[in-house]
């Protein structure tokens, strides 16, 4: 597959579309990243890295770091992990508080906030600094020692965070937090703030598309039921409420961020990342969502 000509030509038939749509500003600091901004990158279990645009600028990768946290939490409490967050799309906007009540504080799955919360705390009381942890998987997992959080996004988003401490306090009256909500909500906005590019976010996610072995160690993250499992949360819940219609159009699990990055795996084959900031009514990546529709189209290649 000449991967190289593709990502030229969808990088060349996307320039009317960079910049539509609109850049997130509810987390001040992301306000800042010019809108036409756009990058992408394929990189093979073989170790191969195809790349068109800023595919190696970093970005704010918000929820896509919940992909990573939700690893790390299943490999510390396996199939446990499951009693205290579900595995259901939700059907509501990522940041909604509204099943939460009749729902016992049980998020429906862990990509969207209120479950990532719950996987964060997991994380808290293993971890002393969770986000630490955190990044140090990242750059374990790429093999990029200079991986980290930008404290300036963290610090933003902490300022505005209300909703999610409100969950997490929530969740909390139903006993779903075991660490103090405040120091789980300040260890979410830490991780959502880890800064990557396109080629370091898809080098990380190839993990799930090689059986669970991360081909830059060869380390066991996960295993195959595992690995399974994870990139079926990623095609249902992935792309928040619009899931259903980015399945229709890509065919490939997914998660995007609302730092505009997205990426999605094909199993065997490749991890992908895009990144470009204008996100459309869902909160994905306008240009993003395209750009990866037209790379199974171009390709053939999708899981279906
Ligand atoms: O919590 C937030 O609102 C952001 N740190 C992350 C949001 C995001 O990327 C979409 N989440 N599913």
């Known amino acids: ?5 593709i990502l030229d030509q969808i990088h060349r038939d996307l320039q ?25 990158a394929i990189v093979t279990p073989t170790g191969e890295v195809f790349r068109t645009g800023q595919a190696d600028t970093r970005f704010s990768i918000q929820s896509i770091s919940k992909l990573f946290a939700c690893t790390l939490a299943f490999r510390l409490l396996g199939d446990a992990l499951w009693e205290r967050v579900g595995r259901e799309p939700s059907g509501t906007a990522f940041n909604s508080l ?30 002393a600094h969770a986000e630490n942890a955190l990044v140090q998987f990242m750059q374990r997992l790429t093999g990029d020692p200079g991986i980290d959080y930008d404290l300036r996004v963290a610090q933003s988003e902490l300022r505005h965070a209300h909703r999610n401490r409100a969950m997490a306090h929530f969740m909390a009256s139903f006993g779903n937090l075991e660490m103090p909500p405040e120091s789980v909500v300040d260890a979410y906005c830490r991780q959502c ?8 976010v898809a080098r990380a996610a190839l993990f799930l598309s090689n059986g669970g072995i991360a081909p830059v160690s060869g380390e066991r993250i996960l295993d195959s039921s595992s690995t399974k499992r994870l990139s079926a949360l990623m095609l249902t819940c992935g792309t928040y409420d619009a ?30 990342c895009v990144w470009s900031p204008a996100l459309d009514s869902n909160g994905n990546s306008l240009a993003g969502v395209l750009a990866l529709e037209w790379l199974t189209t171009y390709t053939g290649q999708s899981i279906f």
Do not use: W
Request: hydrophobic share 45%; aromatic share 8%.
């Open 1 to 5: 597959m000449n991967y190289a000509q």
């Open 16 to 40: 009317p579309y960079l910049g539509t749509g609109r850049v997130a500003d509810y987390i001040p600091e992301l306000a800042n990243v010019p809108a036409d901004s756009f990058g992408m």
């Open 98 to 127: 509204v099943q939460l009540e009749a729902e016992h504080g049980k998020p429906r799955n862990p990509f969207i906030n209120a479950g990532a919360l719950v996987v964060t705390d997991v994380l808290c009381r293993r971890f």
């Open 193 to 200: 703030a880890i800064s990557m590019s396109c080629v370091e």
């Open 243 to 272: 899931a259903g219609d980015f399945v229709f159009r890509v065919g490939l699990p997914a998660k995007s961020g609302v730092g505009g990055g997205i990426v999605a795996v094909l199993p065997g084959e490749m991890a992908v």
